[in-house]
């Protein structure tokens, strides 16, 4: 089992582009998560999802948007990038016991 | 919201002494989550406490739930450099609240 894939590992991208960070799971798990980490920071929560064709918001949605059309993958899509949007992003998935397991992440740089 | 708090934010350990980090919750939780980050890494599960007053060990380190289930704790004993990272809790049922971290370095 691969458990969580992420990717791009690494993009750099310029102000105004977009992109997708894409997450995929073989775990079978309803809930996954994305989730970003600034420089010497905790996580804050972007979006989550409870199964497929379920979404909602974290505590940072602005500028972010996902779907989920399938259990094993969830999208983040970055429409108009910007500086404050540099950053590590690490998708999870929770089992039934809420132990969070994360993907390698991917390093974003906006310039 | 809730909002979980870690001290101290950075730790420095000389190799074999032992140290605690605390976790700080402004609600009370059904349960927390201890998990460790190293440098360039990934963030990893390391317990789930579920219990009022519940204390857990693994090897070195041991885990506490306070008595009210707003508090947590990590005493790692005898550091070793494999130690290095971030500690983060996180609480609370399947919308985790993430700390900000106890990040740990060891001289040796």
């Known amino acids: 089992n691969a458990g969580v894939t992420q990717t791009p590992k690494f993009r750099i991208l310029k102000i105004g582009q977009s992109m997708t960070l894409q997450c995929t799971q073989d775990?079978?798990?309803?809930?996954m998560y994305w989730y970003r980490q600034d420089p010497g920071m905790g996580l804050k929560l972007i979006y989550y999802?409870?199964?497929?064709?379920?979404?909602d918001k974290g505590e940072v949605p602005n500028g972010y948007n996902v779907s989920r059309s399938t259990t094993e993958d969830f999208p983040l899509r970055l429409e108009l990038a910007a500086p404050s949007q540099t950053s590590v992003y690490f998708c999870?998935?929770?089992?039934?016991?809420?132990?969070?397991?994360f993907g390698p992440g991917t390093r974003l740089t906006v310039t | 919201g809730q909002q979980v708090m870690q001290i101290p934010q950075y730790q420095h350990v000389q190799e074999g002494e032992d140290f605690t980090t605390y976790c700080n919750s402004s609600?009370?939780?059904?349960?927390i989550q201890w998990y460790k980050q190293r440098p360039g890494g990934h963030p990893v599960f390391l317990i789930q406490?579920?219990?009022?007053?519940e204390v857990k060990k693994q090897k070195r380190l041991t885990f506490q739930f306070g008595e009210a289930k707003k508090n947590s704790s990590l005493h790692i004993t005898a550091t070793q450099t494999t130690d290095v990272g971030t500690y983060f809790c996180?609480?609370?049922?399947?919308?985790?609240?993430f700390g900000a971290g106890t990040t740990v370095t060891v001289r040796a």
């Open positions: 996180a609480g609370d049922d399947y919308k985790l609240s």
């Open positions: 609600t009370t939780l059904s349960n």
């Open positions: 999870a998935t929770t089992s039934s016991s809420y132990e969070q397991y």
């Open positions: 999802s409870v199964g497929a064709g379920i979404t």
């Open positions: 775990m079978n798990h309803n809930y």
């Open positions: 406490l579920v219990k009022s007053g």
